[in-house]
């Protein structure tokens, strides 16, 4: 059985109806409005049967039937919260009773206008009569109304074509103002540091920087482009070109030294020592080699000390050996 039919024969009023229902399924009037887009006062005023504050019954039951059928309930069995509106009796109006002194005054009336009719014709007749014994024209020809000249129309003055007035000349507009220029910034020196840190040092200074890897020390700035000391406006892109190879080492001074110190100092400075050694006499080195080395000592070494190389690279070493 309906669930609105139940609440009816257990002698509930519509509203109660409206009210437990959707109390039943957990809405609140504000939450039921808002789903409906009814009115939160319209549906509280259909709950408690106050119609004072709905629109026309016809919009009303509208409201009404959008309601229940939100609640599930069957908006005929309802109907009762909107009384329908009371016919309205148009009474029709009660005929004229005919007054009979007026219709017979009305017969007077139409009886003397007709004698004035003839009376007036008959009138008319005798003047048309002495009119034609004394020979006299029945119609008077009117004069023919002759043409008024009219006088010309004064032409107006001409007008000159030289204007009285000039338009005022527009004032251009001012030139917008010239930027001025942009502060120039000293190039710091980065070469020979890391990328890293070079690259903060030319952000921090206000310059845009751009990485070139090229074969060197890994990792360490070995040129910058432009060169340190120019000034340059902040914003301008310095090249860096950053070694991308092994680490670059220095290759120590050994010379004069024992074998034995000078293969140790050339280990600690990163570089591999050839396991073959070149003994050679004094008497054998050129001119601009020989120079007072003990005997066991370091003649020479290849690459020369001062010379960068790629850490573990080898390195030869001549001793003397008389």
């Known amino acids: ?12 009023g519509p509203g109660d109806v409206l009210r437990e229902t959707r109390e039943s399924l957990g809405y609140s009037l504000d939450q039921a409005a808002e789903v409906t887009r009814i009115r939160r006062s319209y549906l509280e005023a259909l709950e408690n049967g106050d119609l004072s504050i709905l629109p026309p ?111 005022p000349t527009a004032t251009p507009a001012p030139p917008p103002p010239t930027p001025p220029a942009p502060a120039l910034v000293a190039l710091p020196a980065v070469v020979g540091q890391t990328f890293t840190a070079a690259e903060a040092t030319l952000k921090g200074a206000g310059f845009n920087v751009l990485r070139q890897d090229q074969p060197g020390t890994a990792g360490q700035v070995l040129s910058q482009e432009p060169p340190a000391g120019q000034s340059l406006p902040r914003g301008s892109t310095v ?31 990163g570089l591999s020592v050839s396991p073959w050694t070149n003994y050679q006499n004094m008497d054998e080195l050129p001119a601009h080699l020989q120079r007072p080395v003990c005997v066991g000592c370091v003649l020479s070494t290849s690459p020369p000390a001062g010379t960068r190389a790629s850490a573990g690279s080898t390195v030869s070493i001549a001793v003397r050996s008389s």
């Open 57 to 167: 019954p016809t919009f009303a039951r509208g409201i009404l039937r959008s309601y229940a059928q939100f609640l599930g309930l069957d908006p005929v069995a309802l109907q009762g919260v909107i009384p329908e509106p009371a016919d309205v009796e148009i009474n029709s109006p009660a005929p004229i009773a005919a007054v009979g002194w007026q219709a017979q005054g009305s017969w007077a009336i139409a009886g003397v206008i007709v004698v004035i009719l003839v009376v007036a014709l008959l009138y008319i007749q005798s003047l048309g009569a002495s009119t034609i014994e004394s020979g006299a024209p029945l119609f008077v020809e009117l004069p023919t109304p002759t043409a008024t000249s009219v006088p010309a129309a004064t032409p107006a003055p001409a007008v000159s074509p030289t204007a009285t007035s000039q338009a």
């Open 1 to 12: 059985m309906p669930r609105e039919a139940v609440d009816l024969e257990q002698n509930a």
């Open 239 to 269: 090249t860096l070109r950053v070694g991308s190879g092994p680490p670059q080492v220095v290759v120590p001074e050994v010379v004069g030294r024992p074998e034995t110190e000078a293969r140790e100092l050339l280990r600690r400075a």
